[in-house]
């Protein structure tokens, strides 16, 4: 992500931070957690932060 141009909006770049943050917590969760339900849940969590995360390139063209 830091490949980024020094032009990005600050938006962007505060979004990028928080869905990295929400990504790597689900990825602490499902290494620890037992409970298949939990780990259902946290892998619904994980998916919907990583097609968000596809989303930003279409997003920075829009900030622009």
């Known amino acids: 992500m830091s490949d980024e141009p020094a032009d990005e909006p600050e938006v962007l770049h505060q979004f990028k931070n928080h869905l990295a943050i929400i990504v790597s917590y689900a990825d602490l969760l499902l290494m620890d957690v037992a409970d298949e339900t939990i780990r259902q849940d946290v892998a ?19 900030l622009r």
Request: zero cysteines; a positive charge.
């Open 44 to 62: 619904e969590i994980q998916k919907a932060a990583h097609a968000a995360m596809a989303m930003l390139p279409a997003l920075a063209q829009r």
